[in-house]
């Protein structure tokens, strides 16, 4: 272990000392009430992965870890002092107690397992660079189990990655129950997989399911921000509802790639009838205070041949078809706003944008490199980056080698570490408007959780870096010293990961 003790992402301050502690289990954990459910889930957590089973309850173990509520800390900042006679973690609130207690995670996960837990004295002080720490899985192109889910949501708040944008409808598949709109699932969530003749694939998850999954993210203080994808990616909306298209159809599931042509009509009011009770939903399903619309990719050709588009152009008095998508966005944001919610799309959203301007509290999500990201914050917006352009596009191979998984494009763990959401070309007004940066996984061709496993680790550890780390203290050559043993904590939670080059 070297004096940063290996930790990833790398904290803002660690002092260590020559002395160790040592005990033969996970000791006693003690603190208020404020801090329970922490407590109960690191215990959870460490019986699943290191079997210290007894955890807390043999008599020789009499060394404490005591959690101590210090209002005096920020938000999501935590100290730890790791001392020989026991362990002293202060936080002025249940997240900063829990990435407290994730960063003990990690020292446990990789001190030996024989001689029970030998950890180096130290004193560790630690809070984040920026509140939007995210990656978004695309459970739409692949229908990803909600086990698999869980075990991802669990190893990213290990890195304190806090927001898990849920892609839950696309072409290929509408994964999000509407009471209101049943075909949406009923049709919409099952395509027809050409490549393996008449199988249909596909599924959706259950309210159940999705409760079950937003309170197990909670209680790890992840957020989950849904994503429904509006007008354009919604072949598996008209497949079930043929009416809410220009044409009328017929259409079908999407198997196969790509952007499709056919969006939803413009002209017609149904389509706000449907966002409506969508809306409803993920207000009832989500607590998180955002919703992620999509926005990406439209084509405007349906639009611009569409009688009732075209009565639409009139009606609002904007000259060019491709001018209705923002004024859907400003519709569908404020029907957001109405019911306490704030929208974020893709940074399409901006364009042709200046008949009908975003609300301000609209954030864009920067994907398309970092310009749409720039152009938002000049207007005002609060941003979100994810360029595909800096690493943080894990569907883009680890690597330039043929026989890497992914789409032919690459996305090295040097690049995801190296973007900065706030680079020094920002004035200062504009990086105060940057919320943080995510990585993206789409699903086209990732077959199976373990190959999406593949492409999120360690991608995600270099990402988390650079979205905890102060900058002044990031170093890619340093990350790599730490990596290998952070590598052997992730193999101890069973993930699969890339092991080859990293620039
Ligand atoms: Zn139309």
């Given at each position: 272990m070297n004096e940063k003790l290996d930790l990833i992402p790398l904290p803002v301050s660690v002092k260590t000392h020559d002395s160790v502690f040592r005990s033969p289990v996970l000791p006693v954990i003690e603190g208020g009430s404020v801090f329970q459910n922490e407590i109960d889930l690191f215990k959870e957590q460490l019986c699943l992965y290191t079997d210290q089973s007894g955890a807390g309850s043999?008599?020789?173990?009499?060394?404490k870890i005591t959690l101590v509520m210090d209002?005096?800390?920020?938000?999501?900042a935590y100290t730890l002092e790791i001392r020989p006679q026991g362990l002293i973690l202060k936080a002025a609130s249940p997240a900063g107690a829990y990435h407290g207690l994730q960063s003990l995670r990690e020292l446990i996960l990789s001190s030996g397992r024989d001689d029970g837990i030998v950890l180096p004295c130290a004193e560790i002080a630690d809070y984040p660079r920026f509140p939007w720490r995210g990656f978004m899985l695309d459970c739409s192109r692949y229908f990803y189990s909600t086990e698999f889910i869980k075990k991802i949501i669990d190893a990213l708040s290990l890195h304190h990655i806090n927001v898990f944008h849920w892609h839950l409808t696309d072409d290929q598949g509408w994964r999000l129950p509407v009471q209101k709109y049943p075909?949406?699932?009923?049709?919409?969530?099952?395509?027809?997989?050409y490549r393996y003749r008449d199988m249909y694939s596909g599924g959706f998850y259950s309210r159940e399911d999705i409760r079950d999954i937003a309170a197990y993210a909670a209680s790890r203080h992840v957020e989950i921000v849904p994503e429904v994808d509006l007008p354009g990616h919604t072949s598996s909306v008209l497949a079930a509802y043929p009416g809410l298209g220009c044409t009328g159809g017929p259409y079908r599931v999407e198997d196969r790639f790509g952007i499709c042509e056919d969006v939803l009509c413009a002209g017609n009011d149904g389509i706000f009838d449907l966002a409506d009770a969508v809306f409803d939903t993920l207000a009832e399903l989500f607590p998180s205070p955002w919703v992620h619309i999509g926005g990406d990719e439209v084509l405007f050709n349906r639009w611009d041949a569409c009688p009732k588009c075209r009565k639409r152009l009139e009606e609002t008095g904007l000259t060019h078809s491709r001018e209705l998508q923002s004024w859907i966005t400003v519709k569908l944001a404020r029907m957001l706003s109405e019911r306490g919610k704030t929208a974020i799309g893709w940074d399409e959203i901006l364009e042709d944008s200046e008949q009908y301007r975003l609300p301000e509290e609209t954030a864009v999500m920067s994907w398309r490199g970092r310009a749409g990201g720039l152009a938002a914050s000049r207007l005002g917006h609060r941003v979100v980056m994810s360029p595909n352009?800096?690493?943080?596009?894990?569907?883009?191979?680890?690597?330039?080698?043929?026989?890497?998984?992914?789409?032919d494009l690459v996305s090295t763990a040097a690049q995801c570490y190296n973007m900065?959401?706030?680079?020094?070309?920002?004035?200062d007004s504009e990086a105060s408007l940057i919320l943080g940066g995510q990585a993206n996984l789409w699903s086209?061709?990732?077959?199976a959780g373990k190959i999406a496993e593949y492409m999120i680790f360690p991608r995600i550890c270099a990402l988390a870096e650079a979205l905890w780390t102060p900058r002044d203290s990031k170093n890619f050559e340093d990350f790599k010293v730490r990596l290998p043993v952070h590598q052997k904590r992730l193999e101890r939670l069973g993930l699969l990961q890339y092991r080859g080059p990293l620039e």
């Open positions: 043999r008599t020789e173990n009499s060394k209002s005096s800390l920020a938000a999501e075909l949406l699932t009923e049709i919409g969530s099952k395509r027809l997989e352009t800096e690493g943080c596009y894990f569907d883009y191979r680890n690597y330039g080698h043929h026989e890497e998984i992914g789409r900065d959401p706030a680079g020094p070309e920002m004035t086209e061709v990732i077959y």
